[in-house]
């Protein structure tokens, strides 16, 4: 299982980004998926999840300003980030795991997301 997200960048504190995570392989409809984040020399912080039913959670800092969904013709989850602070810099990391497990088996490469003040 191969992971690709993009879709990081710069912006302005108050702008959106939408990043996206295509993953290979035929079992996307059986993951739960998830995004975390880190921040220069901090650790991984889980953001948001979605299940193969579709049911999302979000870090408490983040709910109402981002959306995360799923698009299982296309074996790609996206991360809609509205409303960005500058305190949402960070690598952001897509993951995956089968909705029984609880530990994320398989990690993209993560991709940059800069908010300037």
């Known amino acids: 299982v191969q992971l690709q997200a993009s879709g990081g960048g710069l912006v302005q504190a108050g702008g959106s980004l939408r990043l996206s995570c295509a993953v290979s392989?035929?079992?996307?409809?059986?993951?739960?998926m998830g995004w975390f984040r880190r921040a220069s020399g901090r650790e991984h912080y889980f953001v948001a999840d979605?299940?193969?039913?579709?049911?999302?959670t979000y870090r408490d800092s983040v709910k109402g300003r981002f959306t995360i969904s799923r698009d299982n013709a296309e074996n790609t989850v996206y991360l809609q980030m509205n409303s960005l602070k500058p305190e949402d810099t960070a690598v952001y990391y897509c993951?995956?795991?089968?909705?029984?497990?609880?530990?994320?088996?398989?990690w993209g490469q993560g991709t940059l997301v800069t908010v300037s003040s």
């Open positions: 979605i299940s193969s039913s579709g049911l999302s």
């Open positions: 392989g035929r079992s996307f409809r059986s993951y739960t």
């Open positions: 993951a995956a795991r089968f909705d029984s497990t609880a530990r994320y088996d398989y």
